[in-house]
């Protein structure tokens, strides 16, 4: 029996979705392939899901709900077919939006351009930023970019009439017609709301935690703390710019407690800027006579890119800022933090000798960093660390390095 053009078509296509299908059952990485959990429900990518076709203008939507935030973008980095990992731990994600700011709920967060990027497998990671505080990740993958359809599957969509397919993905491919330049026409189907937070926003305390009269761990506690487990209404943030809660406890006390030690759930776009009141007053100690101003103000690495388990020099510009040549030398203490978890991952320390008004001196460093490879850490030096200067400012002594990637080198 000769089969029609048109049925050999429909037999393709049929065959090919059989083949995805089996493919993806046998790559259990298919949708684990991520560089990160995503344990935060207020940062959320709802679409595309993983395991899905991208081409063009694609709008991605999803949820970005976090009290302080200060911008979201999306990043994007290759995967290799056969492992759909990326070709190393060591690869870093590419900018694929401009940065946004404001809050969404179940919204279009951003328009992902796909047509710069080579058809192939890819991740997608949504990053958002808080002051004060690390970023806040959600990774999805892997997602295949096919701006350029293969010409079989073109062939197959020109002879075949016009009707729909709903894979398991939920996804509905529209067939036929008149064909677009790929071929084919992926339409978004009407997505079910993700369930978003709804009343008021509450705090649950990640361990016991002090509730505080203003938004510092200088003022006294309101007399009662939150255990671990324990949840509060969310009524405000410091107007002080600090990041710390304004919550109302069960037994309606009200203070303040720091985003550190908290989860927060619920919408907090609207949350109210609350005061603190002034800070308490503390004892002034009696100095001597200040002798000049200490500060760091550079950090250098070399390499500019330290790798993982091997010695890299910290290079840190202590200068005098002060009006009077310091009567003695100081020390500078030196730590390696890693961003995300604020974990201090090793230490150092090195000396400076008296400098004059304006003078500068280098001191060295070496380090050698272990942990966290292939994530984001930053140096943080201290000057005059065991207060042996009488200095003009005592509150500008510490310096934040720039962040810069650990290259995981020889570490599992």
């Given at each position: 029996m000769t089969r029609t053009p048109r049925r050999w078509a429909s037999l393709a296509l049929t065959l090919g979705v059989l083949l995805v299908s089996m493919v993806l059952a046998h790559q259990p990485q298919a949708t684990s392939a991520q560089s990160a959990p995503n344990?935060?429900?207020?940062?959320?990518?709802?679409?595309?899901?993983?395991?899905?076709v991208v081409r063009g203008q694609v709008e991605v939507r999803g949820t970005v709900n976090l009290p302080n935030l200060s911008n979201y973008f999306l990043e994007v980095r290759a995967l290799d077919a056969s492992t759909l990992r990326p070709a190393s731990e060591d690869e870093p994600f590419a900018p694929a939006s401009l940065a946004q700011t404001g809050v969404k709920i179940d919204d279009v967060l951003l328009v992902w351009d796909t047509t710069v990027l080579e058809d192939g497998l890819y991740e997608i990671r949504l990053r958002a930023n808080v002051s004060r505080q690390g970023a806040t990740d959600f990774v999805v993958s892997?997602?295949?970019?096919?701006?350029?359809?293969?010409?079989?599957?073109?062939?197959?969509?020109?002879?075949?009439?016009?009707?729909?397919?709903?894979?398991?993905?939920?996804?509905?491919?529209?067939?036929?017609?008149?064909?677009?330049?790929?071929?084919?026409?992926?339409?978004?189907?009407?997505?079910?709301?993700?369930?978003?937070?709804?009343g008021d926003p509450t705090v649950t305390a990640n361990t016991d935690a002090n509730v505080r009269v203003g938004d510092s761990t200088s003022y006294p506690t309101v007399g009662t703390p939150l255990l671990a487990g324990e949840q509060a209404r969310l009524l405000g943030i410091s107007a002080s710019g600090s990041g710390w809660y304004y919550i109302e406890l069960s037994n309606g006390r009200?203070?303040?407690?720091?985003?550190?030690?908290?989860?927060?759930?619920?919408?907090?776009?609207?949350?109210?800027?609350?005061?603190?009141?002034?800070?308490?007053?503390?004892?002034?100690?009696?100095?001597?006579?200040?002798?000049?101003?200490?500060v760091a103000n550079g950090i250098g690495l070399v390499p500019a890119e330290p790798r993982c388990n091997e010695a890299f020099q910290v290079q840190v510009n202590v200068s005098n800022v002060g009006s009077a040549t310091f009567s003695g030398g100081g020390t500078l203490f030196i730590y390696d933090e890693h961003i995300a978890s604020g974990t201090r991952t090793t230490t150092g320390t090195g000396s400076f000798p008296a400098l004059a008004p304006g003078q500068n001196f280098v001191v060295v460093i070496p380090m050698i960093v272990n942990s966290f490879p292939a994530e984001d850490h930053r140096i943080v030096a201290v000057v005059d660390s065991n207060?042996?200067?009488?200095?003009?400012?005592?509150g500008n002594n510490t310096f934040l390095g720039t962040a810069y990637r650990l290259r995981r080198a020889g570490c599992p």
């Open positions: 344990t935060n429900p207020n940062v959320v990518i709802s679409f595309p899901p993983a395991v899905y892997p997602l295949r970019v096919e701006n350029t359809p293969p010409p079989f599957l073109v062939e197959a969509i020109q002879a075949t009439p016009t009707h729909t397919i709903t894979p398991a993905g939920g996804s509905v491919i529209v067939i036929g017609g008149t064909p677009t330049a790929g071929g084919v026409i992926i339409s978004r189907p009407t997505l079910q709301a993700t369930p978003s937070p709804t009200r203070g303040f407690i720091a985003p550190s030690i908290v989860t927060v759930a619920g919408n907090v776009a609207g949350l109210q800027r609350i005061q603190p009141p002034p800070p308490p007053a503390t004892p002034t100690p009696t100095r001597p006579p200040s002798t000049g101003d200490a207060n042996n200067i009488a200095e003009e400012n005592e």
